[in-house]
């Protein structure tokens, strides 16, 4: 079954809404992220969890705010969404050694 | 911070030929290089990497080449088929800390 799994994969909404993506990882790995992938592809670090707590934040808005309810989920809840979060969001996980697993992403649409 | 330059950004060949794409990173004490490969609608997926103790490392028809004293790493293809047409992306890492990943090449592949 799929390692990093992210819902959901398609996200369509109003500017102002507030939205969440949740992604969770079976691969006993303790360390996850989110990254922003923008229309030109770019990849680009959100942020990062260890067992649960912050350890990277990019300077990312405080619209934005990440939940670890464990080591094996982090979720991403997004409030007061502008045009500009228009992105394809991907979750991913971290073995001990530096490899990243990536979920499928979800692609986030701000009308 | 590090930062990673990645070209072309776009590379079109014929099947059976060879491609190189080439990176530079700027933090001398990066010592993780990997190379992801991302399909239309799909996540990164790791396809080879290299560490700083390594000068060269091979599967099958995919090689990756590290250069530290010039900062660069490359990744080779050989042979290549249209299924290896994707945007490839290189990173770079110094420890367990944040991958910063390249621009992205986009490569196709004509049969």
Redesign the interface.
């Known amino acids: 079954d799929t390692a ?1 799994s992210q819902t959901p994969k398609y996200l369509v909404t109003q500017m102002g809404n507030d939205k969440s993506i949740k992604c969770e990882q079976n691969l006993g790995h303790d360390t996850m ?1 989110w990254y922003k992938q923008d229309s ?6 959100m942020f ?1 969890y260890n067992n649960k707590e912050l350890i ?1 934040n990019e300077t990312v808005p405080n619209r934005f705010s990440p939940k670890s309810p464990d080591k094996a989920h982090l979720n991403l809840h997004i409030n007061s969404l502008e045009l500009g979060d228009s992105a394809v969001y ?1 979750c ?1 996980s971290k073995t ?1 050694t ?8 979800s692609r986030l649409t701000v009308l | 911070g590090e930062n990673v330059e990645q070209h072309p950004s776009t590379l079109s060949v014929q099947e059976g030929d060879s491609a190189v794409i080439k990176c530079t990173y700027s933090d001398s004490a990066s010592n993780y290089f990997p190379w992801y490969k991302q399909e239309l609608g799909k996540g990164p997926q790791l396809i080879i990497d290299i560490r700083s103790n390594v000068g060269e490392k091979k599967d099958q028809r995919i090689a990756v080449t590290l250069n530290k004293t010039a900062k660069h790493f490359s990744l080779h293809i050989t042979e290549t088929q249209p299924e290896d047409s994707a945007v490839y992306f290189c990173a770079a890492s110094k420890r367990t800390d944040k991958l910063i990943f390249g621009t992205g090449t986009r490569l196709q592949v004509f049969p």
């Open positions: 990093v992220y030109k592809k770019f990849l680009k670090i990062s990277i991907f991913a001990n530096g490899e990243l697993f990536f979920g499928e992403g």
